[in-house]
């Protein structure tokens, strides 16, 4: 057996990456997590990341670069909660809420 992917298998997995990176950048005010698998282990170490922080990386400045995982930006000072996330129960810093 071939460890190759045929071509539906190669377009459905390219089908499925393209809509994981539009929903991770629609600009829609979410709060899905954007490390789809396990879930829990971000959110257990305090790095999860929502698609609503990380959309703030688009219309604020030097803020909330990473696109996963909230870790490298806490740990450089340039992770900023959104509105979104705010709705997790947290003030959001500096953010403005997506229109």
């Known amino acids: 057996s071939s460890s190759r ?34 879930m829990w282990l971000p959110r257990m170490l305090g790095c999860e990341l929502y698609v609503c922080d990380h959309d703030l990386h688009h219309s ?15 740990a450089f000072g340039t992770y900023r909660r959104s509105w979104g996330t705010a709705a997790h129960g947290e003030a959001p810093a500096n953010a403005t809420p997506a229109r």
């Open 5 to 38: 992917l045929s071509v539906l298998e190669s377009e459905l997995m390219l089908s499925q990456k393209l809509i994981i990176e539009f929903a991770g950048h629609c600009g829609s005010d979410t709060t899905w997590s954007s490390f789809p698998t396990f």
């Open 60 to 74: 604020a400045v030097r803020c909330n670069y990473g696109k996963r995982l909230s870790v490298w930006d806490k």
